[in-house]
């Protein structure tokens, strides 16, 4: 949403400010992420778009972010060669 953009109404009555939304849905304090048979390593290499969807998934999976199997270099990737103007 742009933020000169006004908030509808039904979007007004949602929460006012931090605190309401503790009340309404709760804190993370307590988070205890779970390492399911679903939390699985991941060979995407860090920054990429698809480490992010990985890392997004674990999130709404309730799972640590980081698995100690995940790549932690770059070795024997390629990227594209720009030539110099």
């Known amino acids: 949403m ?10 007004s009555n949602l929460c006012k400010n931090v605190f309401e939304a503790i009340l309404k849905y709760g804190h993370d304090e307590d988070f205890d992420p779970i390492a399911d048979a679903k939390f699985l390593p991941t060979d995407a290499p860090a920054g990429s778009q698809e480490k992010i969807e990985v890392l997004r998934r674990r999130v ?9 199997d995940d790549r932690v270099d770059y070795s024997g990737l390629t990227g594209a060669i720009r030539p110099r103007e």
Do not use: A, R
């Not at 742009?2 to 979007?11: C, H, I, R």
């Not at 999976?61 to 698995?67: E, F, I």
């Open 60 to 68: 709404e999976l309730g799972q640590p972010l980081w698995h100690n």
């Open 2 to 11: 742009n933020l000169t953009q006004k908030v509808p109404d039904s979007m």
